[in-house]
Each structure stands twice: as structure tokens, then as C-alpha cells.
């Protein structure tokens, strides 16, 4: 059986790893830990130069970046909206996400947010590489954990046979939608 103590990094591409690297540290307190550079792939062993760096997410948590000067440039896929791949981190409390906020938009970053999700509360902000970072704090109670893996099964179910949201726990989202009715 395979047992998975946790990730221990997550990838993706960037545009300027140096300017990468010092955006996480001014904008996010991240630590840069590591550079690997080569000029092959080692699993590949293909011809293709890259700098790869990472970052301390906390708590053993690591995001690593892909500078490819060689391949074409960085795009998106046209058919996701910007909203669904996204990096979250967790933060302490409402404290620190609205100090986060107030801390990221001095810095000139623009936030969304504070939106309602029932069990966490979260803003919402891009990097220079065009990634979607959320800043997040779990404010769910065990008991309401307890529901929402309860109904997964059958939410699951459900919606595999009608591709429409299932009602099960609409509540998360109740609060950040009133303003519509």
C-alpha cells in the first residue's frame, strides 16, 4: 500500500525565476530555499536548460518554479477560467488573512476578497506569472467537516449523472450570495 506522508513540492512554470523568487519574498515572506540548474532533463535526459527553484511554504510545504528559456512562451489553457487552478495557502485566522490583505495591497497587489466559504474564509490575488494564489483560514467545525464528508459520496454520485450542483451543502456558500437574491 502506498502511504503518502504529504507533497513535497508542487510545480509550475514561470516567466523570470529571479523575478519570481523575489516576488514570493516581498510579497509573501517566503524563504528561497534551493536552485537546481541544468542543462538537460535528468528524467528525460532531453536537451533543454532550466532553472528550478523553491520556496519555503511553511511547515514543510514547498512551491517550486520552472524558468524554460528554450520553449515557447508561457501561456494558459484558453478553455479553465483563470478562477479554477489556483495555489491556496493557510493562514492562522481572520487576523492574518485581513492583515494579509492589507499588507498585499500596500505592496500594490490587487485582492479580492475576503469571499465566504462556509468553512473558510479566503482573498484571492495573482503572481507575476499569471498564477492564482489564495490566502485562506479554516473556520469550520469538526462537526460541519463531518457533514460535507458525509455527503461527498452522494454529491459525487449525483453529479456525475446530472452535471448540476448538488444541494446537499449549499450552506458554505449561502452568506456570499445574498447579495444576489
Not at 65 to 92: C, K, Y
Not at 145 to 166: D, F, G
Request: net charge negative; with cysteine; aromatic share 10%.
Amino acid at each position: 500500500m502506498i502511504q503518502i506522508q504529504q507533497i513535497h513540492h508542487v510545480a509550475y512554470r514561470c516567466r523570470d525565476a529571479k523575478e519570481t523568487v523575489e516576488w514570493y519574498q516581498d510579497k509573501l515572506d517566503m524563504e528561497f530555499l534551493v536552485a537546481i540548474a541544468e542543462d538537460r532533463v535528468p528524467s528525460t535526459k532531453a536537451p533543454d536548460p532550466y532553472m528550478h527553484l523553491f520556496l519555503d511554504a511553511g511547515n514543510g510545504n514547498i512551491l517550486a518554479f520552472f524558468e524554460l528559456p528554450n520553449s515557447p512562451e508561457m501561456g494558459r489553457d484558453p478553455n479553465t477560467p483563470e478562477w479554477v487552478q489556483h495555489i491556496a495557502f493557510r493562514v492562522a485566522d481572520e487576523a492574518a488573512l485581513l492583515s494579509a490583505k492589507e499588507q498585499l495591497e500596500s505592496k500594490g497587489v490587487e485582492v479580492v476578497g475576503p469571499t465566504e466559504h462556509g468553512i473558510i474564509r479566503s482573498i484571492y490575488f495573482f503572481d507575476p506569472n499569471g498564477h492564482r494564489l489564495e490566502l485562506t483560514y479554516v473556520k469550520g467545525t469538526p462537526e460541519q467537516m463531518r457533514q460535507l464528508k458525509e455527503v461527498a459520496p452522494a454529491m459525487i454520485e449525483e453529479w456525475s449523472k446530472t452535471k448540476r450542483a448538488p444541494k446537499h451543502a449549499a450552506w458554505l456558500h449561502e452568506e456570499e450570495f445574498k447579495a444576489l437574491d
